[in-house]
């Protein structure tokens, strides 16, 4: 054992050694807490956060994915003792924080967020939070604050000389049996996540969910049965893939109103209930119930649905008088691909944008272009043709450009909606074969997921075999999971 005077001696040498050694070592040695790491990653979550990707349901869903997957990988590294690293892959789409509306060409580019993708494999927080900040593009100048006014690392060299632990001989972990981290490491990069294989590790914990939620299905569709009939509503939804236990609950607060309410809830036949985060009529008719609402805002709803019949006539004028401003294009509201916006709001923006179109008298000639569609978004800087041929408009559209984008795309415009048909057929009917093939209860995508991709997906699904599969739930989504209810989530691009 050390003596009292030896270890201060110790500790005096130690202290003296650390002078001498590069700032950025001394940077690394500092213990970077969850608190911090949070506060350094602030500009990456300003960039990616789900609410601001509003008006883009794909992207949005993508992020919150993949913010799950971070959140549990930063905390396992907190966690005392957690040695068992896989390298995780994630995918974020970026806000840019200046527009770039100079090539309305590019539809993805210049939509004001990029995809970023990148594998986090490191094993402590600092490293982890500079990883992430310049696979993002963003400043890691910040940094330094956490750590006083010393300097940052600023060099992938000086970041990868000390972001491992010490590297003891071979002949180390052979004697006492430990693992070799850093053989552990490469070994899991050499083994990629294929399908087949997450399926064995998680084919268990799927069926075990799966069996614990039929009870819970089961009540869900009573209760969604008697509503619908009870009150003759079109249909009832869900804007998120709530569980079904929670879904369960918003539908027995529904029912519990409509007996305390029957009257209010009697404005509401032949409409569709949608649950979602706020309570309104939606841009299409539907009454959106806030499930963070009380039955006191629920009622209200209900009581001035009788109330939304002129505006909703309003709207379809105004709808009608941009259209014939554009040569006969169609304006829509798709609610799969767009937020959910409330009636006001959306009268709003297209109020807006008529007046816009009308005051730049744009030479459309008259049903130039009947039988095309577009929809407008707030959030975008320049207009964009999607796959399945409806133009995506920005509200704020310099109407010069917006004239030449839709008259020089408009027959491959014409090209996407033939193709959009022939595209929901074949879906359908690989969504068919693939269900019979494999015996599943169920197969469905995420709202995220193109058409394009999911037969892409099902098409090589069809080709392999998959035992494990057999009476499942399969949802075909951008990353593995399995849900809550058991559900088991598949990337559209699965490896084999």
């Known amino acids: 054992m050390l003596s009292t005077e030896m270890f201060y001696r110790w500790g005096m040498a130690t202290r003296l050694s650390l002078k001498k050694l590069p700032l950025q070592f001394v940077i690394q040695m500092r213990a970077l807490s969850g608190a911090d790491a949070v506060n350094a990653l602030r500009p990456f979550y300003f960039a990616v956060h789900p609410d601001f990707f509003g008006q883009h349901p794909r992207e949005r869903e993508v992020n919150e994915n993949s913010l799950k997957r971070l959140n549990g990988y930063l905390e396992n590294l907190q966690k005392p003792g957690f040695s068992s690293f896989k390298p995780t892959q994630l995918t974020f789409y970026v806000r840019d924080r200046e527009p770039n509306p100079s090539n309305v060409q590019e539809s993805f580019g210049t939509s004001g967020f990029r995809a970023v993708s990148f594998t986090l494999q490191t094993r402590d927080l600092l490293s982890t939070v500079l990883d992430i900040l310049n696979s993002c593009s963003l400043s890691t100048e910040h940094?330094?604050?956490?750590?006083?006014?010393?300097?940052t690392l600023s060099?992938?060299?000086?970041?990868r000389a000390f972001s491992r632990p010490i590297k003891w001989d071979k002949t180390y972990y052979s004697f006492t049996g430990f693992k070799d981290p850093e053989e552990e490491l490469e070994q899991a990069q050499r083994m990629e996540t294929t399908l087949s294989s997450w399926l064995d590790n998680n084919e268990v914990s799927a069926i075990k969910k799966l069996k614990n939620s039929l009870p819970l299905r089961k009540e869900l569709d009573r209760l969604k049965g008697e509503l619908s009939h009870q009150l003759q509503l079109s249909d009832i939804r869900w804007q998120r893939s709530w569980g079904i236990a929670h879904r369960c609950s918003q539908l027995h607060s529904l029912s519990r109103l409509a007996q305390q309410s029957p009257e209010a809830l009697r404005n509401a036949k032949e409409r569709t209930v949608i649950f979602t985060d706020r309570s309104g009529v939606s841009a299409t008719g539907h009454v959106m119930l806030g499930t963070m609402d009380v039955h006191h805002h629920w009622t209200k709803i209900f009581e001035r649905l009788p109330s939304y019949s002129t505006l909703q006539r309003k709207l379809l004028i105004l709808e009608d008088r941009v259209s014939h401003l554009l040569g006969g294009i169609q304006i829509t509201y798709i609610e799969e691909l767009q937020p959910m916006l409330t009636l006001e709001e959306y009268y709003t923006i297209?109020?807006?944008f008529y007046n816009r179109v009308r005051n730049s008298r744009l030479p459309f000639h008259p049903r130039?272009?009947?039988g095309l569609q577009m929809i407008l978004e707030s959030d975008?800087?320049?207009p964009s043709l999607h796959e399945l041929g409806h133009f995506i408009i920005p509200t704020v559209?310099?109407?010069?450009?917006?004239?030449?984008?839709?008259i020089t795309k408009a027959q491959e415009a014409r090209a996407n909606l033939e193709r959009k048909e022939e595209l929901m057929v074949l879906e359908k009917e690989l969504i068919k074969a693939s269900t019979e093939r494999f015996s599943l209860h169920q197969l469905y995508k995420e709202p995220s997921v193109s058409s394009v991709q999911m037969i892409h997906s099902c098409k090589r699904l069809l080709k392999e075999s998959l035992p494990h599969l057999q009476g499942t739930r399969l949802c075909i989504s951008h990353f593995y999971s399995v849900l809550q209810d058991g559900d088991l989530c598949i990337p559209w691009n699965w490896k084999k």
């Open 143 to 151: 940094v330094q604050s956490l750590n006083g006014s010393v300097e």
């Open 155 to 159: 060099n992938q060299g000086a970041q």
């Open 350 to 352: 297209l109020d807006g």
């Open 368 to 370: 130039s272009l009947r």
């Open 380 to 382: 975008r800087y320049a």
């Open 397 to 406: 559209c310099d109407p010069a450009t917006l004239q030449w984008f839709i």
